[in-house]
């Protein structure tokens, strides 16, 4: 009589079951251990806002399971040691999970598997969280993309698979089989962190991620390619948050979008196309989430951070649609990706002050920190990154705000101070209300400044 196999399954930025190809495998096995191993390397230096996105998503997964009269398995510490001992608690011969290409998930992953390899125990990667996994889109000469164009056209010819429906029948492994035995091993509760006062978080969770994206489909693709520009009408899918824990997986959306035409749904598709292409390029080049993608701007001047960078990071710059985006940010841990990068730009190139500040405070408190299309959003701002906008491209925030919020709306949902002002003041450019504070710069003065710092380089 053959034994039963047994396996883990190991969450991590696929916090779901539905469209899961990693889960799919390991439940071919006769039972299965849902894990999840809480990595003081991650959740230690997160922020607020990650920190209870990331319990909240745990939670709705665990309801998921209890559903299935079982539990999500939590273990804290350095997943080397715990993922080991828990496929060895269960007498598990293989650990499954979504590869990771990220610069810390990849060295992670050669560790475990290294250490899960000493007892003859496979780590076996099925997927990834992107539709293209990072190196599979290569140009003619066998090389990596460099330009996004070029990529998003052959990653569209690529292809990739059919969703894949949740599993069933499945023989669940829990907490009480992984503590049972000589080798078991006690689990932990997911934690439930407190939130800063005024911070609140969107609803977590493979159920909501769902409901949020058909509400989309239904009610605001349409518009997107017309209003995904304008932070007033908040007409984006918010779906980056979903996307970043994995609640939904791109080759969903994807699969949604091919049923439907318009200029929305292509426009739609060329923003997944970013995310992907910003993951493939820190793949090959991952000491670019810290260092410059191109180097030569390593050696402008910039400002020591300081009072401009303090004021800035609490919304007090005294430029309206700045303060509103980042007050925003403190608020929600979201921001809307224009305002993303008129607050970048006004942080590099008004108050001189280098892109990796800015990009730490994102990742601190940005409830969607995506590592890869973060920092090089930032690069991309200052300069320095892949199809970077030109640095002498300075966005005038007053001309911006009233652009892109030409009432006024965004910048009064989010500066109080600015609320109540008169039908014939500017609220881009509102002058001396009680409570606001004056400009910290002239932007005239600044990007002059900006560009004369550009040309020392170029020299």
């Known amino acids: 009589m053959t034994p039963p196999t047994r396996t883990v399954m190991w969450f991590r930025r696929d916090l779901r079951l539905a469209d899961n190809p990693a889960l799919l ?177 969107p609803e977590a969770g493979e159920r909501a991620a769902r409901s949020r994206w058909q509400e989309y489909l239904d009610e605001g693709l349409a518009d997107y390619r017309d209003h995904r520009d304008r932070p007033d009408l908040d007409a984006t899918s918010h779906m980056s948050v979903h996307l970043k824990w994995g609640e939904i997986h791109p080759r969903t959306m994807l699969a949604d979008l091919r049923d439907r035409g318009g200029p929305g749904t292509a426009t739609y598709r060329k923003e997944l196309a970013w995310r992907e292409f910003y993951a493939d390029v820190l793949h090959h080049r991952p000491e670019t989430a810290r260092e410059y993608l191109r180097p030569e701007f390593a050696a402008m001047e910039y400002d020591e951070p300081g009072a401009a960078l303090t004021a800035w990071q609490e919304g007090r710059t005294g430029y309206p649609v700045v303060d509103a985006g980042m007050r925003q940010l403190r608020a929600t841990g979201w921001m809307h990706n224009r305002v993303r990068m008129i607050v970048a730009s006004f942080l590099v190139k008004d108050l001189h002050v280098e892109w990796q500040h800015g990009a730490r405070h994102f990742m601190h408190w940005l409830v969607d920190g995506d590592l890869a299309s973060n920092q090089h959003g930032w690069q991309w701002v200052a300069g320095s990154g892949t199809d970077a906008s030109p640095y002498f491209r300075v966005f005038n925030p007053t001309t911006q705000g009233r652009k892109f919020d030409p009432d006024g709306v965004y910048v009064r949902r989010w500066l109080p101070e600015l609320a109540d002002l008169g039908p014939d003041v500017d609220p881009h450019e509102p002058g001396d209300v009680p409570g606001y504070p004056a400009p910290i710069i002239d932007h005239a003065t600044e990007r002059r400044e900006a560009l004369a710092r550009l040309e020392k380089i170029k020299q």
Do not use: M
């Not at 939590?74 to 979504?98: N, S, W």
């Not at 023989?171 to 089989?177: A, K, V």
């Open 25 to 201: 495998d390991a439940c071919a096995a006769d039972g299965v251990l849902p894990l999840y191993v809480l990595d003081p390397a991650l959740w230690d230096p997160a922020g607020p806002s990650r920190r209870g996105y990331l319990a909240a998503s745990l939670r709705s997964l665990d309801a998921a399971f209890r559903q299935r009269q079982t539990r999500l398995s939590v273990l804290r510490g350095d997943p080397v040691r715990q993922v080991l001992r828990a496929a060895r608690a269960v007498r598990a011969e293989r650990v499954h999970v979504a590869a990771d290409f990220g610069p810390y998930g990849s060295r992670r992953d050669r560790a475990v598997a290294e250490a899960l390899a000493e007892h003859d125990i496979e780590l076996v990667r099925t997927g990834s969280p992107y539709a293209v996994a990072p190196g599979r889109v290569r140009n003619g000469s066998g090389d990596p993309y460099k330009v996004y164009t070029p990529f998003s056209k052959a990653w569209s010819e690529h292809g990739w698979r059919d969703p894949v429906e949740a599993p069933t029948g499945v023989g669940w492994l829990g907490p009480e089989d992984l503590a049972q035995g000589p080798q078991g091993v006690e689990g932990v509760e997911i934690p439930d962190p407190a939130l800063p006062e005024g911070l609140t978080l």
